[in-house]
């Protein structure tokens, strides 16, 4: 990684009150929903990190948290150096300038009832950069080059189910750079598109990273997707971090058992076929509510040992930037 850290979260731990879940703890009150657990991850200037794991592993809450939509139960979020928590007001608005989100549904981010002019003139004129309709106009006019919408003429009165999801996607992303942020937090931006179209929006988003020095968190469930796009991979399950690393390193040999499970499930035909004859993971993600003792994943994992179900794993450095969160690679382990 060459660029400078620019965001930064810090031992992230978020809680949701579990409302309707059925059980009651102390005194009557529900047990909380365990979302996200201590997880610490810094995004770099012209560098892709992708956060990778299944459904429900707490990765949109994460990126709720670092986008400053959620305040976190403990831990902070930094920017550049210092830690920040928007609550309104004009720190406020510079966070939301230099952090913007792009969502997995494009039709529902975008106000049906106005045209791709508004979504893009209406930031540019709430961060300062256009005093004038004719200022917003034109630079309204060079996001949408800029994000290969072409001709803008074509473009630019359009209301939002008069375009293609591809083509949405497109102007959500030209609305965010419309801020002119620093980093950019996408959260699944391809899953909800068309296979066919996938490509030409991940292509855009890594040329809008190199030529903007921006800091990408690229959140997906496709390990496959991002081993050909991100920097590094960090993987998540049940709100934990169990393993970071490049990115080509990460998918080509797992070193965490849940990242191997990934891998092994996902199609990847620039991956070499291997023969493992060791079972696999089985069984669901555990309860939020109530998650197991140790290990997270101990439950599926088919080299769990005794520990596993016992003590939260440390993590354990393997050197090119690589750590993992598992006790097979801890000499601890192999003690107990």
């Known amino acids: 990684m060459t ?28 047990p909380p929903v365990r979302a996200v657990e201590d997880v610490s991850l810094a995004l770099r200037a012209r560098a892709v990190t992708a956060l990778v794991g299944e459904s429900g592993s707490g990765k949109s809450t ?14 902070e979020v930094v920017l550049r150096g210092s830690p920040v928590r928007a609550s309104g007001g004009s720190r406020s608005r510079e966070f939301r300038r230099d952090v913007q989100l792009v969502f997995q549904d494009p039709f529902a981010s975008l106000n049906p009832f106005h045209r791709v002019r508004y979504h893009l ?19 309204a006019e060079a996001l949408l080059e800029r994000v290969s919408l072409t001709p803008v003429g074509q473009f630019m009165d359009k209301l939002p189910h008069e375009l293609s999801g591809g083509q ?20 699944e931006p391809v899953s909800m598109l068309d296979v066919s179209i996938r490509l030409g929006v991940l292509r855009l988003l890594e040329q809008l990273v190199r030529a903007d020095d921006l800091a990408l968190l690229y959140i997906t469930h496709d390990i ?22 490049p990115s080509e390193e990460v998918t080509q040999a797992p070193a965490h058992p849940y990242t191997r499970l990934l891998v092994d499930s996902s199609p990847d035909p620039g991956r070499p076929s291997t023969e493992d ?36 794993p440390h ?12 006790w097979n690679h801890d000499a601890e382990a192999a003690t107990q």
């Not at 994460?62 to 831990?75: C, D």
């Not at 496959?224 to 690393?245: K, L, P, S």
């Open 168 to 187: 949405r996607q497109r102007v959500a992303i030209a609305r965010a750079l419309a801020a002119r942020p620093t980093v950019l937090i996408a959260d």
């Open 315 to 326: 993590r354990t450095d393997l050197g090119d930037e690589r750590w993992v969160h598992c």
């Open 224 to 245: 496959a997707t991002a081993r050909y796009f991100a920097d590094e991979i960090m993987v998540m399950y049940a709100g934990r971090i169990v393993e970071r690393g």
């Open 3 to 30: 660029g400078e850290v620019v965001l930064e979260g810090r031992e992230l731990m978020k809680h949701f009150t579990a409302a309707r879940s059925g059980r009651r703890g102390v005194l009557g009150r529900h």
């Open 62 to 75: 994460v990126a709720r948290l670092l986008a400053q939509v959620y305040a976190p139960t403990s831990g």
């Open 277 to 312: 004859p060791r079972p696999r993971g089985h069984g669901e993600p555990p309860n939020p509510i109530a998650p197991p003792d140790g290990c997270r994943f101990h439950p599926r994992c088919p080299l769990a040992l005794p520990i596993c179900a016992e003590r939260v």
């Open 121 to 139: 003139a209406r930031p540019l004129r709430i961060h300062g950069h256009a005093r004038s309709s004719a200022e917003a106009a034109e630079q």
